[in-house]
């Protein structure tokens, strides 16, 4: 029987948030995507008081959005 590896890193997050807040990652990512804000913290910030987003998830979606966009 095969089994898909853990996600790993923000990626673990990413069952949770979507469970929690009812949206897919990718809207999510498109929303910090969209945002006039670039810097890291910023972006969590924002996340935490525009979406009510916890900071280990703010944080999460953030970072995995970021390194994205450095490596494309």
């Known amino acids: 029987m095969a ?3 853990a996600a790993k890193g923000p990626a673990s997050y990413f069952p949770s948030i979507e469970k929690k807040y009812g ?3 990718a809207e999510w990512q498109d929303l910090i995507r969209a ?7 910023e972006l969590v910030n924002w996340l935490k008081t525009e979406h009510g987003l916890g ?3 703010a944080n999460a979606l953030v970072a995995h959005t970021l390194a994205e966009s450095r490596t494309n």
């Open 35 to 41: 945002s006039p804000l670039t810097r890291h913290m």
């Open 3 to 5: 089994t898909t590896p």
């Open 23 to 25: 949206r897919p990652i």
């Open 55 to 57: 900071h280990g998830h």
